[in-house]
């Protein structure tokens, strides 16, 4: 069966420090992959997504970005984190070619300190 | 480019009320696959429901049904006799014909009140 891996699921970081995400997805091959954003409070914005090795299409600039070094691992990074980088960021994948569903990690709650 | 509406930012209710959380989308494409997740306060997102672009059906799984009108370009989603557990952050989503570029409303944060 498909599983999906974030981690990790809390992480205090300073200002100006860097971040690594990571995302991994293990039974499908070729998912597309997405990392959102979710403020306190706020809806789900959609930060990345990719639909291949290399492949990355930023929705809103930012202070982050992402790669995809193998095809079913994700990365989210930043070079230096800001305040306004805080939030609850979750991992997702769909499946190409299957009747389309968002299969959503746990998530990773960052505070920028 | 798609986009998804959820005018109500929050709703409260009172135990085995109904309400309706309303849903507008845009986008270009012909084939498209709407949906409704679940955001308890643990935070994971519960898939509640999958429609394509040509199936207008109504839909009803127990005390959850979901509207479907093509022609407003709206996929409501209703609970009948609410519960406290049904307190939670509800997402509709759009996502194209090829699962690519899946892109959510605001959300709607409903609170049942017992």
């Known amino acids: 069966s498909q599983t999906i891996h974030q981690w990790p699921a809390t992480l205090v970081q300073p200002v100006g420090s860097p971040l690594s995400l990571e995302c991994t997805v293990e039974?499908?091959?070729?998912?597309?992959l997405y990392w959102y954003r979710q403020a306190a409070g706020r809806g789900l914005q959609l930060l990345f997504y990719?639909?291949?090795?290399?492949?990355i299409s930023s929705e809103v600039p930012q202070n982050l970005s992402a790669s995809r070094p193998q095809d079913r691992q994700f990365i989210l990074s930043s070079k230096k984190l800001l305040l306004s980088d805080s939030g609850f960021y979750l991992c997702?994948?769909?499946?190409?070619?299957?009747?389309?569903?968002?299969?959503f990690g746990q998530g990773t709650r960052l505070t920028v300190v | 480019a798609q986009k998804v509406t959820q005018a109500q930012t929050e709703i409260s209710v009172v135990e085995k009320e109904d309400v309706t959380l309303d849903c507008v989308y845009e986008?270009?494409?012909?084939?498209?696959?709407l949906f409704w997740y679940k955001q308890p306060p643990s935070g994971e997102l519960v898939f509640l429901i999958r429609?394509?672009?040509?199936?207008?059906q109504n839909e009803i799984s127990g005390r959850y049904s979901w509207n479907f009108q093509k022609s407003t370009s709206s996929f409501n989603f209703t609970i009948t006799a609410s519960q406290v557990v049904d307190s939670a952050v509800y997402f509709c989503?759009?996502?194209?014909?090829?699962?690519?570029?899946?892109?959510f409303g605001p959300g709607t944060r409903l609170s049942v009140l017992p």
């Open positions: 986008t270009r494409d012909t084939t498209y696959y």
């Open positions: 989503g759009l996502v194209d014909n090829y699962g690519q570029n899946f892109v």
């Open positions: 039974g499908t091959s070729n998912p597309n």
């Open positions: 429609r394509n672009s040509f199936d207008e």
């Open positions: 990719s639909v291949g090795i290399g492949q």
């Open positions: 997702a994948w769909t499946s190409p070619g299957r009747l389309p569903e968002a299969f």
